[in-house]
């Protein structure tokens, strides 16, 4: 009994951890993302007016870089959101009830935690693959952002601005 219980308590704790970490990540990104996306934006608008500090064309790409740094860190927030997840380990109830009701046995203790673990494991489940898909897609904005930025600047220069 002993020895299913610590292999469910350390299965719940990595998937507590792999939560924890993906949140972690979203943190960094979303700081990253924020810091370049206001320095991207504040050079497109060095390139407007009439004494331009840099070029249309460049200001174009910052604005192209900014606007899918601003989606991923949208992303991030996703990541962020506040979600209710479950902690390794049992509320003192389980084990009051585990120890003073003198007809159940250990087989039924048992069943009853593991039961109660998989419930448990599987909200936190839900909670981690969709943290994952969120973060997945916010650092494929960050990688598609200095791209579809030259891509801009190709567009601007070769419509003249």
Not at 38 to 43: D, E, I, L, Q, T
Not at 99 to 106: E, M, V
Not at 113 to 134: C, F, H, P
């Amino acid at each position: 009994m002993q020895i299913a219980i610590e292999d469910v308590r350390a299965k719940h704790t990595a998937l507590f951890e792999l939560i924890r970490f993906t949140d972690q990540q979203a943190m960094a990104l979303l700081g990253l993302y924020t810091t370049i996306a206001v320095a991207a934006a504040a050079g497109f608008g060095a390139s407007l007016g009439p004494n331009r500090l840099i070029p249309l064309s460049a200001g174009v790409a910052m604005l192209v870089a900014a606007a899918f740094l601003v989606v991923g860190a949208a992303c991030c927030f996703r990541v962020i959101r506040s979600a209710t997840i479950s902690t390794p380990g049992r509320e003192a109830e389980f084990w009051v009830w585990a120890t003073t009701t003198p007809t159940i046995g250990g087989a039924a203790v048992l069943s009853a935690y593991l039961r109660q673990a998989d419930d448990m494991m599987e909200k936190n489940r839900i909670v981690n693959e969709s943290g994952t898909a969120w973060l997945r897609r916010a650092r494929g904005f960050g990688m598609a952002a200095p791209l579809l930025a030259v891509m801009g600047a190709l567009v601007a220069v070769k419509a003249g601005w």
